[in-house]
């Protein structure tokens, strides 16, 4: 669900900025190798850090038998609270995108 | 017996980078947050990799976690793709060069 | 202050007078004070306290010469001092005071007298002045500082009162220092004083050193009694001199500066520049005869060393000054056309005259003279002032005439003055004064020739008298104008001087030798059979004769015609180039002017050049090197200072703006920048954990 939502999200967000169009200097940016080293860099230090961790983490452990119906539970079970301190979050998260997108359309009205 | 911790660790890793790569280098804003999205699922990844192999897989405290960090992304997602449309309205592009009114 | 108030040799009791002398010299001078702080057009006042102060003097001045008249008659010499130490330092001590004698008290009651008479004359001379009251305040300076020289028992006070009576000349005679001619007499005249000053300094320095007081009567330790005395006339000075002549020398030296004898007597008739008050009380009767008072003063120390016949070294100097100094001036009187300037020179003559007068015959002889000369002198001026004023200011003889006609009061008075000078007989004060003189000079032991030489003055005395006499009294006017007579409040002073100098004569004749007895404390009794003893009868015979020539030419040659000023005169016409001698004044003045005063200027010059040049110079040279100096700090500054300073303003700028580029604006950059950051310390962590 979430991906749909987050799919259509952008979906909605190319159309309504005519992102389908090319831009005239392609989809780079200019200087895309400095980033591209830099995206690279990063992944080399991880994965330093990993391999150099690896002696001190456990290899080999049972799967956990989790289901679903555990998750649901735990959800209005133990972890209530911060679930509807997300909701809230969500409710406050989209009004607030709605409005920061409306406010700009009836200005420039 | 599955893969190893380090190999959920790897890939995670290799996500973050791509993620990371994607947020550097494209010129639309849209795409840069795709980018960070992808960064955002990394680290999901990474939350669900070490609670399968921590120490009280049963209290589903990773799994919790992970499932919070999705709502939170997708209320970030929402708001900043909010932004960017306002930006658009406002500058006529959606390209990020073109946006340089921080400028110091 | 110590007080101590003596009569030395008198029987009587120390007098009150003597005690309160000092008020006849401080009286004028405090009205002059209080006159200076008057403003200008309060005319009434300042010459109401001028008139009182010097008749409080006066007044004051007659009781002390009752009282020491008294002590004569009464057989007993009388000289009371006060003095006081002004100044002590350890043991030396600088005293000063003031003495009551025979001569101080003749010479106190003139000069009061005479200056009061003169005062009141200005009254009327100077009312059409605007500074009046400045007038007035200098003259009773003046009155002040002279009595204070007449009453001084010491050197120095003397002094000091002898250079304000320098002063306050300097200050009259350049009275209209608008004019460039007045304000160029004043100055010589304090120049020329100054320089016979000098000497007198010396003198009196010397004094000091010799015998350790300047008090000229203390007890027997005065520096005019035996002990002193004996001392500086035991003392060598080199030159065959002793001490006593050397100092007696240097003494006159300063009076002849003051007393106008011959090379210093150039200032006096430029002195005729002051108004005409003024050259009578200053230049005629009382300053310049200051230096003969200052002579007949230290006649003990000149004295010294003679025998009753014998003459020392100083006064032969003084005798033989004096009477080359009458018979120059003399003889440049006859060729001059100035009424006031005729006069002038006629006192430089009667001034050589007493000095010679004192050098031959001793202090009443010279004495006698310049008490005589005061009163005639005095009256010539006060007349000529009259005339002049009458006359619309002219002052050229030329251009006055027939003013018996229109001035009679004053056409008499001025003739009886004349006659007075000339030394006309029996009836005038003059013809007494002079013929001691001549008597004095016919006995002097040294030699005859200051007797033929004084007589030779006579004559031209009474010529030069005669010839302006002729001009300005007799013939016609040719003048322009009216000539008018002089107010009441200027002719009343004149008649009263002609009095005094017919009636003075009488003190002194050789039939009542009164003058001379009573200076030199000697009792005298009247001897009408004096006047026939030979000497006197033959003396009194040729001196008549001598005056009767003179008159006779100047009246054959002048008489009643009165030539147009353009003509030559007509002695000009038998001799011109000895007239033109004459009338140029013997060419003293050039003289000085090619010589001392060329020299004096040559060295201002060569100061005036070393200033430019060499102090200057260098001043210039420290100057330029600071200018070095200040340019090589201004480059250190500019290059150094400022260069690094502002290097280092722009490298941070720079870097600033370097810095800014940094942020552009442009979120990805700023991404980028953190992920590197990202990477740099997780580096850095791994790699210090690393086992």
Request: proline letters at 4%; glycine letters at 10%.
């Amino acid at each position: 669900m979430y991906i749909g939502a987050v799919a259509i999200l952008i979906v909605f967000a190319i159309l309504l900025t005519r992102g389908a169009e090319l831009p005239k200097e392609g989809v780079f940016s200019r200087t895309w190798p400095v980033g591209l080293v830099i995206a690279a860099a990063v992944f080399a230090v991880l994965e330093w850090a990993v391999l150099q961790s690896v002696r001190a983490v456990p290899q080999q452990t049972a799967v956990p038998a989790i289901s679903v119906h555990d998750i649901g539970v735990a959800l209005v079970g133990r972890y209530v609270l911060p679930l509807e301190i997300v909701a809230l979050l969500l409710t406050a998260a989209t009004i607030g995108a709605v409005i920061v997108a409306m406010h700009e359309k009836e200005r420039t009205r | 017996m599955g893969t190893p911790l380090a190999g959920y660790l790897t890939v995670a890793a290799l996500l973050f980078a791509i993620g990371l790569a994607g947020a550097l280098t494209r010129r639309n804003a849209i795409l840069v947050l795709i980018g960070i999205e992808l960064m955002l699922n990394a680290a999901n990844l990474n939350l669900i990799a070490f609670w399968r192999y921590g120490p009280h897989p049963e209290a589903l405290t990773g799994v919790m976690f992970a499932i919070f960090s999705i709502a939170v992304a997708a209320a970030e997602a929402a708001v900043g793709l909010g932004l960017v449309i306002s930006i658009y309205r406002h500058a006529n592009t959606s390209e990020l060069d073109k946006m340089t009114r921080m400028k110091g | 202050m110590i007080l101590e108030s003596t009569a030395s040799t008198s029987q009587f009791a120390p007098s009150s007078i003597t005690g309160i002398l000092w008020l006849i010299p401080a009286v004028p001078i405090i009205a002059s004070g209080v006159i200076a702080l008057l403003k200008q057009p309060r005319r009434k006042p300042a010459a109401a306290l001028a008139i009182g102060a010097l008749s409080v003097s006066l007044l004051l001045s007659l009781i002390a010469f009752v009282h020491v008249v008294s002590g004569w008659a009464h057989g007993a010499a009388v000289r009371e001092f006060v003095n006081f130490t002004w100044i002590r330092v350890g043991p030396a001590h600088v005293d000063l005071g003031w003495v009551l004698d025979p001569l101080a008290a003749v010479m106190l009651v003139m000069v009061s007298f005479v200056g009061l008479l003169i005062f009141i004359y200005s009254v009327g001379y100077m009312e059409h002045d605007e500074n009046f009251t400045r007038f007035f305040c200098f003259l009773s300076l003046f009155a002040g500082a002279m009595l204070g020289v007449v009453i001084s028992n010491s050197l120095l006070l003397l002094f000091m009162c002898w250079e304000i009576v320098g002063l306050t000349s300097y200050l009259l005679i350049g009275f209209w220092y608008q004019k460039p001619s007045a304000a160029a007499a004043a100055k010589k005249a304090f120049i020329t004083t100054r320089f016979g000053d000098v000497f007198f300094l010396l003198g009196i320095v010397w004094l000091f050193a010799e015998t350790g007081t300047l008090l000229f009567y203390n007890h027997g330790l005065g520096s005019l009694e035996p002990l002193s005395l004996a001392i500086v006339l035991t003392n060598h000075a080199g030159l065959g001199l002793s001490a006593a002549g050397a100092i007696g020398l240097l003494i006159f030296a300063g009076a002849a500066g003051k007393s106008g004898q011959l090379p210093l007597h150039v200032w006096l008739p430029d002195a005729m520049e002051g108004p005409t008050p003024v050259s009578a009380l200053i230049h005629a009767a009382t300053m310049v005869a200051a230096g003969v008072y200052l002579i007949a003063r230290v006649y003990p120390l000149m004295q010294i060393g003679a025998g009753p016949n014998e003459s020392t070294t100083a006064l032969t100097v003084v005798a033989w000054v004096g009477t080359v100094t009458a018979v120059f001036a003399a003889l440049i009187a006859v060729a001059q056309n100035d009424i006031k300037r005729i006069l002038a020179y006629s006192t430089v003559s009667q001034l050589g005259y007493m000095m010679a007068g004192l050098g031959l015959g001793g202090v009443a002889v010279g004495m006698f003279h310049l008490i005589t000369h005061a009163f005639f002198k005095a009256l010539l001026f006060l007349g000529a002032g009259s005339v002049i004023h009458g006359c619309h200011e002219e002052q050229d003889i030329r251009r006055m005439g027939g003013l018996r006609v229109d001035m009679p009061l004053t056409f008499l008075t001025y003739g009886i003055g004349m006659l007075a000078l000339c030394g006309f007989p029996i009836v005038f004060s003059g013809f007494w004064s002079k013929d001691a003189i001549l008597e004095a000079a016919q006995h002097w032991s040294v030699a005859k020739t200051p007797f033929y030489l004084l007589v030779f003055g006579a004559l031209l005395t009474a010529f030069y008298m005669t010839r302006q006499v002729c001009y300005v009294f007799l013939g016609y006017w040719r003048g322009h104008g009216e000539a008018h007579e002089s107010p009441t409040v200027m002719t009343l002073p004149l008649a009263i001087l002609a009095f005094f100098a017919m009636a003075l004569g009488l003190i002194g004749t050789p039939a009542w030798p009164w003058f001379h007895a009573f200076l030199e404390n000697r009792s005298t009794l009247f001897d009408i059979h004096a006047f026939i003893e030979m000497r006197f009868l033959l003396l009194m015979g040729a001196s008549s004769l001598v005056v009767f020539l003179g008159l006779g030419l100047g009246a054959w040659l002048y008489g009643n015609k009165s030539p147009e000023p353009e003509e030559p005169d007509a002695l000009e016409k038998s001799a011109p180039i000895l007239w033109a001698g004459l009338r140029d004044r013997l060419y003293v003045d050039e003289f000085y002017g090619a010589t001392v005063i060329a020299f004096y200027a040559w060295g201002a010059r060569v100061a005036d050049w070393m200033d430019r040049h060499v102090w200057g110079g260098i001043v210039a040279a420290v100057v330029w090197l600071f200018g070095l100096w200040a340019k090589f700090n201004r480059m250190l500054d500019v290059n150094w200072v400022d260069g690094s300073f502002d290097k280092t303003c722009e490298e941070l700028s720079s870097s600033g703006g370097l810095l800014a580029r940094l942020q552009d604006g442009r979120v990805q950059s700023y991404l980028r920048i953190l992920a590197v950051a990202v990477v740099v310390l997780t580096a850095i962590l791994l790699w210090s954990s690393r086992r």
